[in-house]
């Protein structure tokens, strides 16, 4: 969890326009999880969290 291995970069697919918000309580280690990938690759918590939950969604067949 210390650090992103080689490859794991995010491939931003989500679109960045104006968006609902949503607030929500997250398990700690997700959250801890969100916030060093959003630290190490420069981006906002928003980010690291649209595209991780895109990944989920869209490998759980829930997403195109």
């Known amino acids: 969890w210390g650090h992103i291995e080689e490859g794991k970069i995010l491939k931003r697919q989500v679109w960045r326009g104006n968006r ?3 607030t929500l ?3 700690p280690d ?3 999880v969100l916030r060093q990938t959003a630290k ?4 906002p ?3 690291v969290a649209d595209e991780a939950l895109y990944a989920g969604l869209k490998k759980m067949g829930r997403m195109d």
């Open 20 to 22: 609902p918000k949503l």
């Open 30 to 32: 997700i959250e801890k």
């Open 40 to 43: 190490e690759q420069k981006l």
């Open 25 to 27: 309580t997250l398990h």
């Open 45 to 47: 918590m928003s980010v």
